[in-house]
């Protein structure tokens, strides 16, 4: 079946600009993952979401970041008034079960690279 | 932070060569993962592990979960192996992965 897949697979922004990035995780996996991966670093946690639900926003680096996924499958982040320092890979995961309960494999997607000049 | 470490940060290996790398983390786990990323940012999950060993073809995953430690390993390697090689170990009470930064390898024919 479909992975896990993100667009735009490539964004180039001006600071200040507004950018949505979106993933569409395997059909019915119930957890949801955003990470961000600065070039040369390992991916870090940025939020989660069971179902609707946001459990955990506890990575998001300031308020310019927003995450939602209003009916339980597609997640959209959105970074308002970029920063140069928002340059990254963002990656998002999907998992079939409730993380906090048990280890389960996640699948990643391609990442969206967001540069900001 | 430096919640998770990884040794070497980067390795250079011939072809056929056994290949470690180590991954120590200071956190509490209940599991933790081993990820292949090519360039490109497509993260694969090799493994995900909770205790003593696991294998798939020519690659070994190992934990400690005692002394907090993971090694994977990889026999036989093959250029097809070169990538970043990422320990995420598993917090469990927040239930999202933490990275470690990665191991780049690069396997010359």
């Known amino acids: 079946g479909a992975g896990v897949s993100q667009s735009p697979r490539y964004k180039v922004a001006k600071r200040g600009q507004d950018v949505a990035l979106r993933c569409d995780p395997i059909?019915?996996?119930?957890?949801l993952f955003w990470y961000q991966q600065a070039l040369g670093q390992g991916p870090e946690f940025l939020t989660y979401f069971q179902n609707e639900a946001q459990l955990d926003k506890s990575g998001l680096p300031s308020d310019r970041f927003f995450a939602e996924r209003p009916e339980g499958s597609v997640s959209t982040l959105k970074i308002q008034r970029t920063q140069q320092e928002d340059s990254a890979v963002y990656l998002c995961a999907s998992s079939p079960g409730l993380a906090g309960e048990k280890a389960d494999t996640q699948y990643f997607g391609p990442g969206t690279r967001l540069t900001v000049l | 932070k430096n919640e998770v470490e990884q040794s070497p940060q980067n390795l250079t290996a011939q072809e056929g060569e056994f290949i470690t790398i180590n991954c120590s983390y200071s956190?509490?786990?209940?599991?933790l993962h081993w990820l292949q990323q090519h360039p490109g940012g497509g993260i694969v999950s090799l493994f995900m592990?909770?205790?003593g060993k696991k294998k798939h073809g020519r690659l070994i995953a190992t934990i400690n979960i005692q002394e907090k430690h993971s090694s994977l390993h990889i026999t036989a390697s093959h250029p097809r192996d070169s990538a970043v090689y990422i320990c995420?170990?598993?917090?469990?009470?927040?239930?999202?992965?933490?990275f470690g930064k990665g191991t780049k390898l690069s396997v010359k024919p």
């Open positions: 059909s019915g996996h119930v957890s």
């Open positions: 995420a170990p598993w917090s469990g009470s927040q239930g999202n992965l933490i």
């Open positions: 592990l909770s205790s």
């Open positions: 956190v509490g786990i209940s599991a």
